[in-house]
């Protein structure tokens, strides 16, 4: 099993910046593909962005590209997303997530771990 917990969410207004974190205890981490997804009220779960276990591979969803960075830090079992230039529309419930295997991706499906999910709230 793999624990993972998110933290960082919070109030920001439009145009600003958020760190998100997720720290992960259990078995091991630095093998595994970790993700970002977030769910806004009424809509489904949606991928923001995922990194491989080496970091080498790295992707986004088209609506974050060049405002959102994941990184990830096995020497310390984190996996981080910066947010920049917030908008409104990205308020949601963000959830830090955790393949078996090392390579990321975009679907949900794909994911075998799940935090609890952190709060973000963009006001306009």
């Known amino acids: 099993q793999v624990q993972l917990v998110e933290s960082g969410g919070g109030l920001v207004q439009a145009g600003g910046s958020l760190r998100l974190s997720c720290a992960a205890s259990?078995?091991?981490?630095?093998?595994?593909?970790m993700g970002w997804f977030r769910q806004a009220p009424g809509k489904e779960r949606e991928f923001v962005a995922a990194?491989?276990?080496?970091?080498?591979?790295?992707y986004y969803h088209d609506s974050v590209k060049g405002r959102f960075t994941i990184s990830r830090d096995n020497t310390k079992n984190t996996v981080n997303l910066q947010m920049g230039s917030l908008k409104a529309e990205d308020t949601a419930v963000y959830y830090c997530?955790?393949?078996?295997?090392?390579?990321?991706?975009?679907?949900?499906?794909?994911?075998?771990?799940w935090g609890q999910g952190t709060q973000v709230t963009v006001s306009s």
């Open positions: 259990g078995r091991t981490f630095s093998s595994r593909a």
């Open positions: 997530a955790a393949r078996r295997i090392e390579a990321g991706s975009r679907r949900y499906d794909d994911y075998d771990y």
């Open positions: 990194i491989s276990w080496s970091g080498g591979s790295i």
